[in-house]
């Protein structure tokens, strides 16, 4: 199963910011352009963000998981 979802839709899942906490250590990052909805990969000198940022990043990404759990795991067992 293969479902599309935005670019929005992926950075508001908290997503976007997980997975650029892991490409900061190697210099790039995923980044989502808001006008075109485009999301594109960067090289970047980023390494982190600050500790407001991963606190709302760690918010959006449990509270995905509490929304989905169910529906993950079953996909996962199919």
Same mark, same amino acid.
């Given at each position: 199963?293969?479902?599309?979802?935005?670019?929005? %839709?992926?950075?508001?899942?908290?997503?976007? !910011?997980?997975?650029?906490?892991?490409?900061?250590?190697?210099?790039? @990052?995923?980044? !989502?352009? *808001?006008?075109?909805?485009?999301?594109? @990969? *960067?090289?970047?000198?980023?390494?982190?963000?600050?500790? @407001?940022?991963?606190?709302?990043?760690?918010?959006?990404? *449990?509270?995905?998981?509490? %929304?989905?759990?169910? %529906?993950?795991?079953?996909? @996962?067992?199919?």
């Amino acid at each position: 199963m293969v479902k599309r979802v935005t670019g929005k %839709e992926f950075r508001e899942t908290g997503l976007l !910011w997980f997975i650029n906490t892991i490409l900061h250590t190697f210099g790039y @990052a995923i980044c !989502w352009d *808001s006008e075109t909805d485009e999301i594109y @990969a *960067s090289r970047v000198k980023l390494r982190g963000f600050n500790e @407001a940022n991963n606190t709302k990043g760690y918010i959006n990404v *449990s509270k995905y998981l509490k %929304e989905n759990i169910d %529906e993950i795991l079953k996909e @996962a067992e199919e």
